[in-house]
């Protein structure tokens, strides 16, 4: 019988990075792996990523007119690299001549998911430094950005003790990440200079059919999640990249004489479904949804009061990791500032 799962084990399942106050051990184990990506500005070097040894391989047998100036110090374990070119437009340049050649040499798998989207990667004071092929970032393990959304309508049939009902979409079986796997309502990636809001209402419409209309009128932005997670093969590529990630989060509650009813449009979604929280918390037990979408649905729980701390022994955990502080620069760390405790 598989083991089922906790919502505790839900979160460690997205964020699997060990924290090195908490887990030392694990830590310091966990990233003999990695070498640090530096970056210096007029205030001297910072930390913005993580890069597999796999990727140091890489650099090291890529020609200099295609990588540009990379300097590795493996005795501090640290690389900078993109630093040569003085602009942001150049710097993302140089990033997609490297990543495009390491495509076309089919150095990685996780490049076959190409999708042609640039992601931003941001400096000390916020600042855009380059922006980058979204299936490349997860090689240099900077912090990525997304938005998802729980559209819900309040009903009670009498077979459930909560009056939410939640749609929830299953992923396309033919989707290069998670195939098949369940998710939030809508889900997708934060572009370069694309607001979070202005997104979901893009992906509500791509993914879900959502009228624009309806997105403006009821969506709420809820706060933001953030996390420290670790690949798996599921993820469509080579497992064990590190990804920190924030993602806004956003309520759609459909008011009951609303008859609007998410549709899949783009290919992403196989079928929605209307189920309650009993039948979401049995899903999520079995592991069937997508780890990032589980460690949202927990958070959406929490918000709701359908997790509390008279039912959930881990109550204050599940609200801290769901909300973890990443030290790496970025937007994220206006919602989630430097507490007296670093998980980086």
């Known amino acids: 019988m598989a083991t089922r799962l906790a919502n505790i084990d839900l979160i460690n399942n997205c964020d699997a990075f060990p924290d090195p106050e908490r ?16 970056w210096n500005d007029d205030e001297g070097p910072f930390p913005i990523g993580y890069l597999p040894l796999t990727v140091i391989d890489a650099l090291d047998k890529t020609p200099a007119s295609i990588k540009g100036q990379v300097d590795v110090d493996h005795a501090n374990r640290t690389v900078t690299l993109f630093h040569e070119p003085k602009t942001e437009e150049e710097r993302t340049q140089l990033a997609a001549r490297l990543t495009a050649y390491w495509r076309a040499n089919k150095t990685f798998l996780i490049l076959k998911g190409w999708r042609n989207e640039l992601w931003p990667v941001y400096g000390r004071h916020g600042e855009l430094l380059l922006s980058m092929e979204r299936a490349a970032m997860g090689l240099f393990g900077t912090v990525r950005y997304g938005v998802h959304m729980n559209a819900f309508v309040r009903r009670n049939d009498g077979d459930s003790k909560y009056d939410l009902r939640i749609w929830v979409p299953k992923r396309s079986a033919t989707k290069s990440n998670y195939p098949g796997m369940l998710d939030n309502t809508v889900a997708g990636g934060l572009m370069t200079n694309e607001d979070p809001f202005e997104c979901i209402i893009r992906e509500a419409d791509e993914e879900a059919s959502l009228p ?11 706060g933001t999640v953030t996390y420290i997670s670790v690949t ?23 008011p009951s004489d609303l008859d609007v009813v998410p549709t899949p449009k783009d290919g992403e979604v196989e079928s929605f479904s209307l189920r309650t929280v009993e039948e979401i918390q049995e899903q999520l037990a079995q592991g069937l949804w997508k780890p990032n ?15 509390t701390p008279e039912n959930e022994p881990h109550y204050e955990e599940l609200r801290r990791r769901a909300h973890r502080y990443i030290s790496f620069p970025g937007p994220h760390q206006k919602y989630h500032p430097q507490q007296e405790t670093s998980p980086q």
């Open 293 to 307: 979408c589980a460690l949202v649905m927990v958070d959406f729980f929490l918000r709701h009061g359908i997790i």
């Open 232 to 254: 798996d093969k599921r993820a469509g590529g080579e497992p064990g990249f590190i990804y920190p990630e924030c993602q806004w989060v956003y309520d759609l509650e459909l």
């Open 23 to 38: 887990d030392p051990v694990g830590h310091a184990k966990f990233t003999q792996g990695f070498y640090t990506f530096i």
């Open 212 to 222: 624009e209309e309806v997105m403006r009128k009821h969506t709420k932005e809820v």
